[in-house]
């Protein structure tokens, strides 16, 4: 999922969970900033060296190509951040495949509805938490690993209802000593599956994996539904679920904001925020103006630690989990 779900939707989400406007930017900033809380400088550790006198313990949660290439710290950010893992089948590998409704997703849910207002850092567990368990849909079927289990084949998307091999296929279909590349490849993630699982308006399929076509759109209303009645919980509020009315904003943002370039989707979620397309009560001045910037929290000595503090916290926690079920594949040093 990009900016436009995990600010934006997320957001709109905690405003109708009766979050004042305030909260709902920090949950939604904190959830975007798991994507953006990168080591800008991997080849010096002098911020986090300084992140460490002042009590901040700094932990990445995202990662540039640069890093992903050379497998710095690989498992540590994508498996417990991006691709929780489903802990069903036989192997190691098939076991670190994320997956919606698994027993560590729930377990997440779980510990989410255990936060209470009364915790000052309550906004930032729920937004780092709830940006892994809404990945957990988009990115199910994957894993946070280079492994041979993220290989797809045949891998079809439809847009606005036209069919489409996608590039990377008609590129290997050409040139047959990048195909053998692939094919004895162990790609990171969905990366073979290109941008398709967290684009929100595409259909798409492969050969195996969503054998009979996965529409986005369902998939991340699914998801919205799951979170909005997490953060009613926790706000206190009546827990409904969407009405249809929010159900049906929620899928005309879905299905009909159609840009493979996430900023333009963003822009037009803003649009509509700002307009109170989504009918938000006691619609204020800050929802008007509302944007995503890493400013909100990095740029605040409190919410930076807060948000780093959570960041740990989740780590510690996805790691507990595995070792609980023999999987030693987290450590417990910060990634630097």
Known sequence: MDIDYHFCTMYVLSRWADFGSANAKIIATSAQLV???????PFSDKVEEEA??????????AQHIWNNITGKGNTEVWIPFHFLPGLEGETTDEKLVCRKHSVLSKALAERLLETTLDNSQFGFRLGVGL??????????????????????????????????????????DNHQFVADFINN???????TALHCPDQPYLWWKTKYLFA???KNWEEFLE??????????????????????EQKAMLTDCFQNIQSDDFDVRYEEWLRRIHDNFFDIQNFDENDETVEYSTGTILGDPDFRKSFYDEINDHFDWVRDQLLAHDIKVLRKDAVY
Request: with cysteine.
């Open 52 to 61: 460490i006198a002042q009590g901040i313990n700094i932990r990445y949660s």
């Open 212 to 214: 009979d076509g996965r």
């Open 223 to 244: 998801a919205s539904e799951e979170i909005f009645r997490i953060l009613q919980q926790v706000s206190c509020v009546p827990v409904t679920g969407l009405s249809d």
């Open 131 to 172: 940006h892994v368990l809404a990945d957990t849909w988009a990115h199910q079927g994957f894993a946070g690993i280079n492994a041979s289990i993220n290989r797809v084949q045949n891998l079809i998307f439809n847009v606005s209802g036209e069919s489409i091999e996608n590039m990377l296929k008609d590129f290997v």
């Open 185 to 191: 490849f162990n790609p990171l993630g969905h990366v």
């Open 35 to 41: 994507d953006d809380n990168m080591d800008d400088n």
